[in-house]
């Protein structure tokens, strides 16, 4: 995971036109499009729509020039998760339908009904379209970015504060696991190494784990001291400086908006 985390940030920092674009425009049509595709009712009208929200995430990822591949690899960790839970509704009976036709019998009474199935699908939908505007957004706007847009945006400084110093010190926090398991890698220790007693690795990631917490904490201290020397308080904020958009951004998001907009009425309005 902490790879992940230099993985995404390092794709942040390219160049394209969707890296150029203001954060506040991508953060804006990303929840633009997850809304849209949620709030659309759990019927075949969301195939549909889907499908024109992934067009536009193909463009806009293309646009990006980042490779397919990256965009896969983040969408294999997440895709587990999702996939447990929609794959469990192929054996419920969910009440969004009113009759149901089994389609195959399992064993101890389990049947699978094409109602449920079709939910499922219908989930599955939902879930990619909102994970793959996710990964886009995260993919092309660095972090420190997506907080200034957010700030810009009318997000409270009370949670912009804290939100700021866990951006800046979690890359620290990733320096010294980096460390301490290049120190565990010198000393040829593996915790996935079945040759060695369960209850020696057991304890060796104890003490990994406590001598984490413990850095973590110091580290803690040191921040605070220091933050305290320069000032801060109950009223200190992060200061966001004003930033006006380009006519070409407003462009883009006018037209992204719309077609979110009216593909999801016209979908949602067909008989």
Known sequence: M??????????????????????????????????????MPYSTKVYELGAVLLALFIVLWGASRLPPTAYLRRLALILPFGIFLIGFQVFVKNPYYDVFHPIAALPLGIEIYAES??????????FVVSISFVILLSSTTRMQDLL?????????????????MMIRYIFVFAEIFAKIRSTMETR??????????????????????????????????????????????????????RKSLSAGEIFFFVGAIALIVTSSVLIYLQP
């Not at 199935?117 to 939902?126: C, Q, W």
């Not at 079945?194 to 803690?220: A, K």
């Open 188 to 241: 040829c220790f593996d915790p996935f190494d079945r040759t060695l007693p369960y209850r020696y690795r057991f304890r060796q990631l104890g003490y990994t784990v406590g001598m984490i917490f413990i850095r973590s904490y110091e580290q803690g201290e040191r921040t605070y001291t220091s933050m305290l020397c320069r000032g801060y308080g109950e009223d200190a904020h992060l200061h966001i400086g």
């Open 2 to 39: 902490i790879d992940d985390l230099y993985f995404i940030e390092k794709h942040a920092y390219r160049t394209s036109i969707v890296h150029r674009l203001d954060a506040r425009i991508k953060l804006l049509v990303t929840l633009a499009a997850v809304l849209a595709i949620i709030a």
């Open 148 to 164: 200034d847009a957010s700030g810009r945006l009318g997000l409270p400084r009370e949670f912009i504060l804290p939100l700021g």
């Open 117 to 126: 199935v079709e939910f499922a699908s219908i989930l599955l939908v939902k």
